[in-house]
Every structure is written in C-alpha cells, then in structure tokens.
C-alpha cells in the first residue's frame, strides 16, 4: 500500500477528481486530497499561492462519496500544492502523486502548459512516482466525419462525460510508475466497452488546441482557442485518441543531454 497524493487543475469541486480518489482508494493506497480551491488550468509547473498574513488558505473540504478521506483546498497552483505536500503539509509525505481526472486531453507537446501534468512534473523532481489523467473531452464529436467542431467545456455537463472509463485504466498503468518520470495517461471520452484498448505513444508535435487571435484594438488583444488543423504523426498520443484508444506515454520532467556540446 502507498501513500497517494491526489490533486488536479480543475479544482477540489471537480468530478474528475473525485473519480480518480475513489480508484486510489478502491486500488487499497492510503489517499489525501489536495487540489487548487478554484479552477487552475494551464498553470504548468508555476508556483504561485494566495495568503492571508503570510498563510497560504486552506480548506477541509468534504467529497460526494468519499466523505471519511481527508480532502482540502488549498488557495494555490497544483505544483505548489505538490510542494507543500512534499513539505509534510498535509500529513505525511506522499510516495505517489496522482494528478486529475483532468477536463480535456493533456497530449502532445503542449503537456508543459498543463497544470495537471505541471503537478506531477512537480512531484517527479522529489524522485517521486507521478501519474497524470485526462479524459479527451475536446475531441472532435464524430472523428469519421472530419469535422472540427468541439465539446464545450461547460461544467454543469461535467457528470455526463466518462471519467469512469478513465479512472479503469489506472490499475493498468501503476506498475509503470518510475522515479523521476511521470507517465501521461489519456482516456477517450467514451464508454469503457466502446474505447479500443491502450496503446503507448509519442507525444504529437503540437498540442490539441491552439491560439488564435481573434480581435485587437489599440489597447487590447482577445483571443480564443482552436482545434489545431495539423495532422498527428502516426503513433502519436493525440492519433491514437483520434482512432479510439486511451495512450500512454512516459515524459522526463527534467532532464540533461549528456551528449551535448557546444561547437
């Protein structure tokens, strides 16, 4: 049995957090809680927190179901959250750090913008074994048709989407777990007998999203989010999830090539 740090970038209220709590407990770890108070998306590995007189805020927090495991939100970023973890903030010091369910794919390079992988970036730096989950609800509604049109990210329809079919896949991956490695778990939004099975990948050369600008003025810039147009090389994380299949891929959170030179 492990200690589990669970965390996310949605926010303590997030279904998906509770989803993946529930499958850390069901897999028998000893499990705390704590994740951002507020939604936290694409802080990637930013330490940042809110005090009050050089406190940072935290709340016991209760969750649906699992209303006995120690659960609080913490006025912070996901890796700042890890760090106090590391700290002994929340009891003793976790020996996994599982990050998620997260609202959306984490794929592709644009992993490093991620606060839910920035959490487990963070706790892979401790040497500690990190998995980060998403749930790829951004994904064209009916791949077959070409088409670019996205789900909405409305989260009074978050009980709709499949976190279960993603929580399931999380006994599948633990014995992958490394030291300094966190491995990148993404789950088609689908259900669990409609998902083609799991497949390691690479990570595709751009994220699944992009910016776009959409108006500017003389004193302001507004942008909004795409679907990138790009095609995903063959074998790469956000192909696999296109075809149907839950990936997984392992990222190096920092790392040094002992081959490099200057000329």
């Given at each position: ?19 993946l709590?529930l499958?850390?407990v ?29 406190r ?65 970036f ?133 790392g ?8």
């Open positions: 049995m492990s200690r589990v740090l669970i965390t996310n970038d949605d926010g303590i209220a997030a279904p998906g957090l509770r989803h709590a499958a850390a069901e897999a028998g770890h000893e499990v705390v809680v704590a994740a951002p108070a507020t939604e936290a998306s694409g802080m990637g590995t930013a330490l940042t927190a809110y005090t009050d007189s050089d940072v805020v935290v709340e016991r927090q209760q969750l649906d179901g699992l209303a006995d495991l120690p659960s609080y939100g913490v006025a912070a970023s996901p890796s700042y959250i890890v760090i106090m973890a590391m700290a002994g903030a929340f009891g003793e010091v976790p020996d996994v750090v599982f990050s998620g369910i997260n609202r959306g794919a984490n794929a592709g390079r644009a992993v490093l913008h991620s606060g839910t992988v920035g959490a487990a963070a706790a892979a730096t401790y040497r500690v074994p990190a998995l980060a989950v998403s749930l790829d609800v951004l994904s064209p509604l009916d791949p077959a048709s070409g088409g670019n049109r996205l789900t909405v990210l409305d989260s009074m329809a978050d009980a709709s989407h499949n976190w279960a079919s993603a929580a399931a896949y999380i006994r599948d991956v633990l014995p992958g777990l490394r030291d300094g490695w966190v491995l990148n778990l993404n789950v088609p939004d689908l259900p669990a007998d409609k998902i083609l099975g799991l497949k390691k990948a690479t990570l595709a050369e751009f994220g699944q999203v992009q910016m776009a600008i959409a108006e500017t003025g003389s004193d302001f810039v507004r942008v909004a989010l795409e679907e990138h147009g790009g095609q995903h090389a063959s074998g790469s994380d956000l192909a696999w999830l296109r075809d149907g299949y839950a990936t997984y891929t392992a990222v190096r959170a920092v040094v090539d002992e081959g490099f030179n200057l000329p």
